[in-house]
Nanobody, 131 residues
Framework: QVQLVESGGGLVQAGGSLRLSCAAS????????MGWFRQAPGKEREFVAG????????NYGDSVKGRFTISRDTAKSTVYLQMNSLKPEDTAVYYC????????????????????????WGQGTQVTVSS
């Protein structure tokens, strides 16, 4: 089993910044993909950002491009999400996810965005952006 613990959520004013962290622990594993998703009340879970094991491939949801940056520290099994220029519509519970199943290089960019391609999920951290 893999445990994921998110931190860094909170309340921030519009235009502000937050940095989310997600630390993975548990049995020996390789995190082929690490990603962030979010879910607002009454809405489906939405892809935010994802990164490959090497860090060379990243992908972002259209609504956060240019404002959010994902990064990872493979040695620490930790993924980060730097969120700048936050908007009220960014308010949601943010979930960290990892995929431990191998994935072909040509499928990484696609799989990063898909909920079902991840194997483990964190409990989520609330991000609230006030106007």
């Amino acid at each position: 089993q893999v445990q994921l613990v998110e931190s860094g959520g909170g309340l921030v004013q519009a235009g502000g910044s937050l940095r989310l962290s997600c630390a993975a622990s548990g049995r020996t594993f390789i995190n082929y993909l690490m990603g962030w998703f979010r879910q607002a009340p009454g809405k489906e879970r939405e892809f935010v950002a994802g990164v490959s094991r090497s860090g060379l491939t990243t992908n972002y949801g259209d609504s956060v491009k240019g404002r959010f940056t994902i990064s990872r520290d493979t040695a620490k099994s930790t993924v980060y999400l730097q969120m700048n220029s936050l908007k009220p519509e960014d308010t949601a519970v943010y979930y960290c996810a990892v995929r431990v199943r191998p994935v072909s290089g040509n499928l990484i960019a696609t799989f990063l965005k898909v909920v079902d391609q991840y194997d483990y999920w964190g409990q989520g951290t609330q991000v609230t952006v006030s106007s």
